[in-house]
Antibody, heavy 119, light 107 residues
Framework: EVQLVESGGGLVQPGGSLRLSCAAS????????MHWVRQAPGKGLVWVSR????????TYADSVRGRFTISRDNAKNTLHLQMNSLGGDDTAVYYC?????????????WGQGTMVTVS | EIVMTQSPATLSVSPGEGASLSCRAS??????LAWYQQKPGQAPRLLVY???TRATGIPARFSGSGSGTEFSLTISSLQSEDFGVYYC?????????FGQGTRLEIK
């Protein structure tokens, strides 16, 4: 079964850090661009970051650039999001998502999400 | 950044009836547009990509259309499981942006 499973969310104080992980299974993880998308409580979907298949091309949303770091370990089929200097606006469910194609594309597989609460 | 605007905000439809959801882009995204369904407590699910191609396993009652700046998602013969929030997403340009969502309620 093609699957993404996030972990690492939780309650953190303002200014703190968290590292999210996304474990992939059932497909060739190293062939796909991967993205992080977040959703604040009761709000819509917001793109956060993306990384290409070999980890050498990375892009961030303006709101997280300089604070968040996306990375991947293709040997372990895992995507990460290191989040530093967290603030209340970062409170959200964080989803990892597989992009159908290169660069920007629709997301055909999503994880179940992991909740990050900054308070 | 490309702004995606969805209408209406809320749509209430009886089972068996059809529903049409709209999405407008602030500039052309060609056909680089997707639709997602999200139910409470769940991740979004891809319904349509490339504006009109149904994703794997999506019933034929879901159909997407449009190009450029105007798009629509039509659900024919609504089923009770079709309730939820529907989002459009453009992936023509960075950053990827989503509409604010249309809440589809079952009467």
């Amino acid at each position: 079964e093609v699957q993404l499973v996030e972990s690492g969310g939780g309650l953190v104080q303002p200014g703190g850090s968290l590292r999210l992980s996304c474990a992939a299974s059932g497909f060739s993880f190293s062939n796909y661009w991967m993205h992080w998308v977040r959703q604040a409580p009761g709000k819509g979907l917001v793109w956060v970051s993306r990384i290409n298949s070999d980890g050498k091309t990375i892009t961030y949303a303006d709101s997280v650039r300089g604070r968040f770091t996306i990375s991947r370990d293709n040997a372990k089929n895992t995507l990460h999001l290191q989040m530093n200097s967290l603030g209340g606006d970062d409170t959200a469910v964080y989803y990892c998502a597989r992009a159908q194609g290169m660069g920007v594309a629709a997301y055909d597989i999503w994880g179940q999400g992991t909740m990050v609460t900054v308070s | 950044e490309i702004v995606m605007t969805q209408s209406p905000a809320t749509l209430s439809v009886s089972p068996g009836e059809g529903a049409s959801l709209s999405c407008r882009a602030s500039q052309s995204v060609y056909t680089n547009l997707a639709w997602y369904q999200q139910k409470p407590g769940q991740a979004p699910r891809l319904l349509v990509y490339s504006a009109s191609t149904r994703a794997t396993g999506i019933p034929a009652r879901f159909s997407g259309s449009g190009s450029g700046t105007e798009f629509s998602l039509t659900i024919s013969s609504l089923q009770s499981e079709d309730f939820g929030v529907y989002y459009c997403q453009q992936y023509n340009d960075r950053p990827i942006t989503f509409g604010q969502g249309t809440r589809l309620e079952i009467k």
